[in-house]
Nanobody, 120 residues
Framework: QVQLVESGGGLVQAGGSLRLSCVAS????????MGWYRQAPGMQRELVAS???????NYADSVKARFVISRDNAKNTLYLQMDSLKPDDTAVYYC??????????????WGQGTQVTVSS
């Protein structure tokens, strides 16, 4: 399994920037995929951005051109650079890792979450 610890959340004004970090307890080159999800109160958790072990990235339409997901394998760390933040970005952000055990079986691991609040 893998433990994930997020940091970097906080309070920022609209138009500002934050960078979230997620440190994994194992070499992330061995993780099939990693991503960032977010969940606002009363809302379902949604995918923000993901990155595969091969480096392919995917972004939600709402954050394209504003957020960038990246990874540093040497530091076992996943990042989310968030620019041009909007009040609608306010949510708890969670780091996710997918370990693929078989072609039909995978395991999802989650960090504890970090709060991002964007004021207007």
């Amino acid at each position: 399994q893998v433990q994930l610890v997020e940091s970097g959340g906080g309070l920022v004004q609209a138009g500002g920037s934050l960078r979230l970090s997620c440190v994994a307890s194992r070499d992330i080159f061995s993780i099939y995929a990693m991503g960032w999800y977010r969940q606002a109160p009363g809302m379902q958790r949604e995918l923000v951005a993901s990155i595969s072990s091969g480096g392919s990235t995917n972004y939600a339409d709402s954050v394209k051109a504003r957020f960038v997901i990246s990874r540093d394998n040497a530091k076992n760390t996943l990042y989310l650079q968030m620019d041009s933040l909007k009040p609608d970005d306010t949510a708890v952000y969670y780091c996710n890792a997918v370990l693929k055990l078989t072609p039909w079986r995978s395991e999802n691991y989650w960090g504890q979450g970090t709060q991002v609040t964007v004021s207007s």
